[in-house]
């Protein structure tokens, strides 16, 4: 509805079969253990990190930073910190939200808006929480949504290219095909 | 009218429970909430098999118009009521199988109240039903906007959420000429100075 599933149709772009790329050095990108989750490997994308393209995961996530793009973790949970806005259509087994997310939120199993979370897109979930002061604008469809297994791949948490770094903030930008993937689907 | 704390008041709905009869035995119906999302209404009307679209169109109007004195006088200016109308409901996949306006409609100056009203009827199916509440107490300077929760089939939670001033005071003869191009218009009277009415599209 807010943004049209179509992008589910679509095939899949050749960059996922391109090789990942390790985080930069000095990259926040983590796979430490944080404050949002209990002691499972948990994946981190920093405050100041922004990513253009796609995120596939095989770990639990946190994302506290810019995402623009696509989010697939569809065995894991990805939670979306306060300080997180995202443009993407997200795919998960848990989806929990206590930031911005602007794109189609999908989980297999449940999705989580915290009092925080400001959300405009479509949800889709067999369990839905709502904690009161939560912004949303969308659709809601309870339902069981199958998720295929995922394909095989590198055991990455994150696939961000080698990209300038301001002194600032850290930017990791996705190679050009990616980059142009994501563009395609914002014009969705 | 029963106080419970946190949850607001309790109380029961006979709009409400008109408006759960109409949906009877349609399950997978794609139904409009124009209030805040809340926890109560996804799991009532979800478990009853029901799509839940959600606009919280009171803070959308906030958003856009301001919530100062001059909150009436945009929302007079053609170009930026029609914007808003694009903004809030051109972008929705209609049609809608019925739609939970609550207490929007008495914030609304004529002209945005005539726009809204005419895209809830684009909107809806024919035969399909729309629940509005309006503030009877033609004293009061202010009225409260509240949360209203599904509890059951007749029962509601009210929650103020603040009090506004509306534009106009609506009595059952307007109410009737702003719905004029739908079917029919119920209205049951509360207690609580809070006037019910059903739609029929």
Redesign the interface.
Known sequence: ??NRRKEEESPRPATLSSPPVAPMEGMPVSTTPTGYQGSRTTATIGENVLIAGQIFAKEDLVIDGQIDGTIELLENKVTIGKTARVKATVKARDVVIHGTVHGNVEASDKID?RRDAHLVGDIRAAR?????G?????????TKVEVPKAAPRPATSATPAPAATPPATTTASAPAQTMAAAANEHKR | MSPSAAEGTIRPSAGLEQYFQQLQGRPTLRLLDLSPVSQANVSFLAGLGHRLYCEDFLSSLDDFFGGDEDFYQSQENPARAQEFMNLTFRQLEGPFHGALVWDCLQYLSPTMLELTVAELHRLLVPDSFMLAFFHNDERAKTVPASYYRIQDYRTLSIQERGRRTPYQFFTNPFIERVFRDFTSVKMYLTRDHLREILVKR
Not at chain 1, 134 to 142: M, Q, R, Y
């Open positions: 509805m807010w808006l839905i929480a709502i904690e009161d939560a912004i949303f604008k969308g659709s809601i469809d309870v």
